[in-house]
């Protein structure tokens, strides 16, 4: 099956009854249920179930379904549908889905966030040609927003740096990860924040991957790095734990859709394909 996503913001004449409507209200995604399956609505069940929703943001397409972003006015769910917190959800569905999920929920926050200029405090509207708002009196342009995260793998021989921060699930450890600040580049982000997160610097700084992340309105951009000098010491404002581990005694991890997971199996399959030689 064609799972290319093609992004628009011009939507077609008419909105065919099998297009895909990514339903949100909060961080709450509307989905159809049956056992355990999880799938995306489309535009001819909110119409058979008289769903109400508020507002409406086309998306592109997904091989040959239209996609929409679309605000929910209701906070109940029919019968056979069920609402999903949208991290969970991103877990459970098809990746291409679970990408899309994420895609709407950061629109249809910005939209609603963005309904009167930060400027001079005037209306915006929602302009056709591109995704953006226009105040209505002094003619400021707001897109969407992003922020760009840094996260990264640090590497001390056969080891990896593993941590805890108090947002981080029970049982569950990561590798280290910030935002950027104003001025910096993504590699000073990287020093920066691993030095002040654990105490140590780091070396062989390298490009790995990206990926959006919509908790808030994230971009992770992910990176490899090696342990240069100094001993951990940890944050504790920041973090609950930090320390090194070897390859064969690793805690619980993230999940396999996360970046984070990726950087991970990365270096354990580096590892076993080392060890195999």
Not at 34 to 48: A, H, I, K, M, Y
Request: charge should be negative; proline fraction near 6%; aromatic fraction near 10%.
């Amino acid at each position: 099956m064609n799972r290319f996503f093609q992004s628009s913001v011009t939507p077609p004449e008419s909105r065919p009854s099998s297009a895909l409507w990514f339903a949100l209200k909060e961080n709450q995604v509307l989905l159809h249920t049956s056992g355990n399956e999880l799938c995306v609505p489309r535009f001819e069940d909110f119409g058979q179930l008289d769903i109400e929703y508020s507002a409406v943001h086309y998306l592109g397409t997904l091989g040959e379904s239209h996609c929409y972003a679309v605000q929910l006015a209701t906070d109940k769910a029919p019968a056979g549908m069920a609402f999903k917190d949208l991290r969970s959800a991103m877990m459970m569905l098809d990746e291409s889905f679970g990408a899309l999920a994420g895609r709407a929920f950061q629109i249809i926050q910005w939209d609603r966030t963005h309904q009167f200029c930060g400027q001079c405090g005037r209306r915006t509207d929602s302009l056709a040609a591109e995704r953006a708002r226009k105040c209505s009196q002094c003619g400021l342009l707001q897109f969407p927003r992003l922020s760009p995260a840094i996260i990264v793998l640090v590497r001390c021989g056969k080891k990896l740096l593993l941590a805890r921060s108090r947002q981080t699930p029970p049982g569950m450890y990561s590798i280290l990860a910030g935002f950027v600040e104003p001025g910096e580049t993504l590699e000073q982000a990287v020093e920066r924040e691993v030095k002040e997160e654990v105490g140590i610097l780091i070396r062989n700084i390298r490009y790995f991957g990206s990926q959006p992340w919509p908790f808030p309105h994230s971009l992770m951009i992910g990176f490899t790095a090696d342990h240069a000098e100094g001993e951990l010491e940890i944050d504790r404002n920041e973090m609950e734990d930090a320390r090194w581990y070897s390859v064969d005694r690793l805690p619980m991890l993230p999940p396999p859709i996360s970046i984070a997971r990726r950087l991970i199996d990365d270096f354990l399959q580096s590892h076993e394909s080392k060890a195999g030689l």
